[in-house]
């Protein structure tokens, strides 16, 4: 497009949507249009096409309702033939012509705007796809991801199973043992001291008491094997006296036992508790103190059991070595039986296990029952317990 014929162009578009804006609008500046078009020696069929480019930008504009598109037709259709005039006049018979170019260009521009408002829903339609295709990979992401951590999850309840079943296979083992080994062995001795004394009850009186005495110890001594395997079975003391007596006595041994210092500090309603849940904290705490004694280093544990917002919580502290989470975690088979063990027991019955340990910096093992039927949150366990350290 030449310059003259470009600046035209633009002076056209200028004054003709000055005068669509205008609520009186005047057609002297679409005459002046005609006479400049007649001195650039343009034809009616020239200014009607600057005429449509025009209109069809207006048109296309988001800013033109569809209400308001008809009467931008009409307006722009009265300014044309304005500004046809001047043409007309020295042209004689383009009177005619122009009436037929202006229908022509009406049905055109009506055309156009079907075609642009067309393609503005298709538009719409693709963004509104592509959102949805968007979403659907988001949403295929997500399950996979959830279709993964089940896959996980049941690949850890089937390694537990079976360590489970290897470990009471162990458990009995060592049970056969001790009672093969020091009980049975305990007993014969017994009997054959008894036997000594039949024979000898006749000959030497004095000597008499002094292997009744023995006798008495080892059978003292077998008592206290049997208490103790029974008590490491399942403490009677917990159904009958409930779970602090259960805990003290416990923690009692393990002081006497592993010369580590541990401290319990409780809720007296922890008592109420059903006996499941009683079980559950009594295990995880014994679980969590053996852990500490075989492998933390530690010279201090301490068990704190709290009701917060409707649950249970429990912490066991260790002043320990602590340990890289994530490693422990992947460590394979019996490596970590005993947390799996734990975390299996608290879900069991609604709650929520977590681990807090770090090179250096001790461990805490973290457990929340909820006190009713309902089931606990892992985020309130963590907002819960994390903040104290002690």
């Known amino acids: ?27 002297r500046p679409a005459k002046e249009l005609g006479r400049r078009a007649i001195t650039m020696g343009l034809e009616t069929l020239d200014l009607a096409r600057i005429h449509e480019r025009t209109l069809m930008k207006l048109l296309i504009s988001p800013s033109s309702a569809s209400t308001r598109r008809d009467g931008i037709i009409r307006r722009a259709g009265l300014f044309f033939a304005e500004a046809t005039i001047p043409i007309e006049k020295t042209h004689g018979p383009a009177r005619i012509a122009s009436a037929h170019l202006n229908r022509m260009i009406q049905t055109l521009t009506e055309r156009g705007m079907s075609l642009a408002t067309s393609n503005h829903r298709l538009k719409q339609e693709t963004a509104q796809r592509r959102l949805a295709e968007e979403a659907l990979r988001k949403s295929e992401l997500h399950y996979g991801l959830l279709l993964e951590q089940s896959r996980h999850m049941q690949e850890q309840l089937r390694l537990l199973s079976r360590q489970l079943l290897s470990a009471q296979e162990e458990e009995r083992k ?57 008590r490491e079975l399942r403490p009677t003391i917990l159904d009958d006296l409930g779970l602090i007596p259960a805990l003290t006595t416990y923690m009692k041994n393990f002081r006497e036992e592993t010369g580590i210092q541990v401290s319990l500090s409780a809720f007296a309603g922890v008592d ?109 366990l963590i907002s819960k317990l994390k903040p104290g350290r002690s």
Do not use: C
């Open 174 to 230: 060592k049970i056969s043992r001790e009672l093969h080994d020091v009980i049975a062995q305990t007993l014969t001795s017994i009997n054959i001291q008894l036997a000594t004394l039949r024979r000898e009850a006749t000959l030497d009186s004095k000597g008499l008491e002094r292997k009744i005495a023995r006798t008495q110890q080892m059978v003292e001594k077998s008592v206290n094997l049997v208490h103790r395997f029974a």
């Open 1 to 27: 497009m030449k310059p003259a014929l470009a600046e035209f162009s633009r002076r056209y578009g200028a004054m003709l949507r000055a005068h669509l804006k205008r609520r009186r609008p005047t057609l």
């Open 272 to 380: 109420q508790v059903n006996g499941d849940k009683r079980t559950v904290l009594y295990r995880v705490a014994q679980e969590a103190l053996t852990n500490v004694a075989r492998h933390a280093q530690a010279s201090q544990a301490d068990v704190k059991i709290q009701k917060l917002n409707g649950a249970i919580f429990m912490k066991i502290k260790d002043n320990g070595k602590g340990f890289q989470e994530e490693r422990v975690l992947r460590a394979k088979k019996g490596k970590r039986l005993g947390l799996l063990g734990m975390r299996e027991r608290v879900e069991m019955v609604g709650g929520n296990f977590a681990i807090e340990s770090a090179p250096g910096k001790g461990t805490a093992v973290l457990a929340q029952l909820p006190l009713g039927g309902g089931r606990g949150g892992e985020g309130a």
